[in-house]
T-cell receptor
Framework: AQSVTQPDIHITVSEGASLELRCNYS??????LFWYVQSPGQGLQLLLK??????LVQGIKGFEAEFKRSQSSFNLRKPSVHWSDAAEYFC????????????FGIGTKLQVIP | DAGVIQSPRHEVTEMGQEVTLRCKPI?????LFWYRQTMMRGLELLIY????????DSGMPEDRFSAKMPNASFSTLKIQPSEPRDSAVYFC?????????????FGEGSRLTVL
C-alpha cells in the first residue's frame, strides 16, 4: 500500500529565510508525487507535481521539489519565504497507472515570523 | 471558470440528524473524490467515483455514510444518523483523468459540527 510521511508537523521560519519541507513516500512502483498547499479555510491547491524526467520540479509561487528515488523522498524547497507562504503543506503520492487514488501525508503547518 | 462547488459551507446539527453534503465538480472532469479532514487523522479519502461509478469506497467509515453520483455534475455525501465524531471538514475534489495527470481540484470544503 502506498503511504506518505511528513515528519515535521509544524515548522517556523523567519521571513526571507530558506525553507525545506520533508516528505518520504512508500510505493511499490514508480509513483506520481505532488505537493499541495492549503490556506486557512480553503481547499487544497496544487503547487507542483512529478511524474518522470527531470528530478527537480518547479512549481508555482517560487517553490521547487526534488525527487530522490534512492531516498524515497520528495522534499519541497523555497529559497526565500514570504509571509504569505504561511499555510499547511501536504505531500501526496499516487499511482503511475490506473485510477487516480492519491494518498496524502498528515501535512506540515508553516508559520512565518517577521 | 467555476471551480468545484460545495454546499453547505458550514453545517451545525444535532446527533442523530441526517446530514447531506453536496458537490458540483468541474465540468468535464470524470473523477470525483470525497475526503474528510480532521486534526487527528489528517486528510482521509472516503470514496472516489470514475465516470459516475463508485470505484473505491473502502474509506467510508461505516454504514452511516453513503455517497451517490447520479450524474456527471452532482454528487452527495450523506451521513445518517450523524454522531459527534463525524465533526470534520469534508472536501470534494475532481480530476479530469486526462493522461492521468493526477491533479485534484478541491472545493472549499463543508465544515460539519455535530453536537
Amino acid at each position: 500500500a502506498q503511504s506518505v510521511t511528513q515528519p515535521d508537523i509544524h515548522i517556523t521560519v523567519s521571513e526571507g529565510a530558506s525553507l525545506e519541507l520533508r516528505c518520504n513516500y512508500s510505493y511499490g512502483a514508480t509513483p506520481y508525487l505532488f505537493w499541495y498547499v492549503q490556506s486557512p479555510g480553503q481547499g487544497l491547491q496544487l503547487l507542483l507535481k512529478y511524474f518522470s524526467g527531470d528530478t527537480l520540479v518547479q512549481g508555482i509561487k517560487g517553490f521547487e521539489a526534488e525527487f530522490k528515488r534512492s531516498q524515497s523522498s520528495f522534499n519541497l524547497r523555497k529559497p526565500s519565504v514570504h509571509w504569505s507562504d504561511a499555510a499547511e503543506y501536504f505531500c501526496a503520492v499516487g499511482p503511475s497507472g490506473g485510477y487516480q487514488k492519491v494518498t496524502f501525508g498528515i501535512g506540515t503547518k508553516l508559520q512565518v515570523i517577521p | 471558470d467555476a471551480g468545484v462547488i460545495q454546499s453547505p459551507r458550514h453545517e451545525v446539527t444535532e446527533m442523530g440528524q441526517e446530514v447531506t453534503l453536496r458537490c458540483k465538480p468541474i465540468s468535464g472532469h470524470n473523477s470525483l473524490f470525497w475526503y474528510r479532514q480532521t486534526m487527528m487523522r489528517g486528510l482521509e479519502l472516503l470514496i472516489y467515483f470514475n465516470n459516475n461509478v463508485p470505484i473505491d469506497d473502502s474509506g467510508m467509515p461505516e454504514d452511516r455514510f453513503s455517497a451517490k453520483m447520479p450524474n456527471a455534475s452532482f454528487s452527495t455525501l450523506k451521513i445518517q444518523p450523524s454522531e459527534p465524531r463525524d465533526s470534520a471538514v469534508y472536501f470534494c475534489a475532481s480530476s479530469s483523468g486526462q493522461g492521468l495527470s493526477g491533479e485534484l481540484f478541491f472545493g472549499e470544503g463543508s465544515r460539519l459540527t455535530v453536537l
